[in-house]
């Protein structure tokens, strides 16, 4: 069984500053996504990545997934409150979708 | 409104009960899944369905059963909530390989 380890498990920083979160799987990733859920709600879909190596960058937050494709980070640059959530990974492939442990981040104003 | 719904979005209930969750979706996406969500433990897969007929155990289906009574409707059931079952409950579709979530039902067992 494919496990998914994220770390940190929590993060609090203030507006401003840069922070990176983890995403280590027991085995080769078949594809891997990002979601972000936000307090009450479901999660959301950020980002999915195939290729080793593959950055990938949304607005301030930029995605890298490793050259044997078994990590990924997930790194924001001056994070901001609405960064706030619950920042998962997950493997998507054969679409049965398995879920990383989650990194809770909170941004204070 | 939603585009996938679940009822109830919050229950509580007594040891032993028989509790049933129930999603729906206007999305017309084939596949729907059931997850459990856990502090520290981000999401655990229950069921995915891939089509009417065709229904499958995720990683933690002790305890649970489904009913895929339609291409868009999904069930879950307790047939005996215990309360280690007390959890935030997500149903999702898939399509071309985005998962779309519901809102959740968190389910309270004394």
């Known amino acids: 069984t494919q496990l998914l380890e994220q770390s940190p498990q929590f993060l609090s920083i203030q507006e401003g500053e840069n922070l990176t979160v983890y995403c280590n799987s027991s085995?080769?990733?078949?594809?891997l996504q990002w979601y972000r859920q936000e307090p009450g709600e479901g999660p959301v879909l950020l980002v999915t990545?195939?290729?080793?190596?593959e950055v990938k960058k949304l607005k301030r937050l930029t995605f890298q997934f490793g050259d044997a494709r078994k990590d990924s980070s997930l790194h924001i640059t001056a994070a901001q409150p609405g960064d706030t959530g619950l920042y998962l990974c997950a493997d998507s492939g054969t679409y049965k979708y398995i879920f990383g442990t989650g990194t809770r981040l909170k941004v204070l104003a | 409104d939603a585009d996938v719904t679940q009822t109830p979005r919050n229950r509580i209930t007594k040891t032993g009960k028989r509790i049933m969750l129930e999603c729906s979706q206007t999305k017309g996406h084939d596949r729907m899944y059931w997850y459990r969500q856990d502090p520290g433990l981000g999401l655990r897969l229950i069921y995915y369905?891939?089509?009417?007929?065709?229904?499958n155990k995720g990683e933690i289906s002790d305890g649970y059963s489904v009913s895929r009574q339609a291409q868009a409707k999904f069930s879950l059931s307790l047939e005996s909530a215990i309360p280690n079952q007390t959890a935030l409950y997500f149903c999702?579709?898939?399509?071309?390989?985005?998962?779309?979530f519901g809102e959740g039902s968190r389910l309270t067992v004394l």
């Open positions: 990545v195939v290729t080793g190596g």
């Open positions: 085995s080769v990733f078949s594809s």
């Open positions: 369905s891939f089509d009417v007929k065709d229904i």
């Open positions: 999702a579709t898939s399509e071309t390989g985005e998962l779309f």
